[in-house]
């Protein structure tokens, strides 16, 4: 019923609010497909009304449900437009980037990346990064910048309660 409120109303507001609303009940019971569908329905929308909050929004929504449902080419093209580069903070897209490259075991490329930007992230870098890294150096048997990184990544989000191994980042992570 609010779907097809959501589908039928042209009130930008209603239309935005039932969509909100529709993701995070997908997400409250874990439905990648249906949070990746209404997501997209918002970031249409939310594009075209050049509001940013609301793309906000879609695009975090859409990069989880594509990284849940490991669909990392699309992941991949879907960070590089340049609407999400502009909205979303540099370590998202670098998280779901580092996510990207530990799935395809593009361990030498994940390392790259990270090198490349290290000196630029402001603390607290975000949990995906460090430990995704750490993750590729340990892979590749270099286990002194493994621990260094694993250490930072101890010190810095002990308090979590889940393994980040293999994982994209969550919008419970604050990101």
Do not use: W
Not at 130 to 139: C, G, M, Q, S, V
């Amino acid at each position: 019923m609010l779907s097809n409120l959501a589908d039928s109303t042209s009130d930008y507001r209603l239309k935005v609010a039932a969509l909100r609303y529709l993701i995070q009940n997908a997400f409250d019971k874990d439905n990648n497909i249906t949070i990746l569908e209404y997501a997209k329905k918002l970031y249409v929308i939310s594009k075209t009304e050049i509001d940013d909050e609301n793309s906000f929004i879609a695009i975090k929504a859409v990069l989880h449900s594509l990284a849940r449902m490991n669909q990392l080419e699309q992941l991949e093209k879907f960070i590089k437009e340049k609407t999400v580069r502009r909205i979303i903070p540099k370590q998202i897209s670098l998280s779901y980037q580092s996510y990207i490259y530990l799935s395809q075991s593009k361990l030498e490329e994940l390392i790259t990346l990270y090198n490349g930007v290290k000196k630029s992230l402001v603390k607290p870098v975000a949990s995906a990064i460090i430990f995704n890294t750490a993750e590729a150096y340990f892979r590749l048997s270099n286990f002194d910048e493994a621990i260094a990184l694993y250490d930072d990544f101890l010190k810095e989000y002990n308090h979590l309660s889940y393994c980040l191994l293999y994982t994209s980042p969550s919008p419970r992570d604050g990101l």
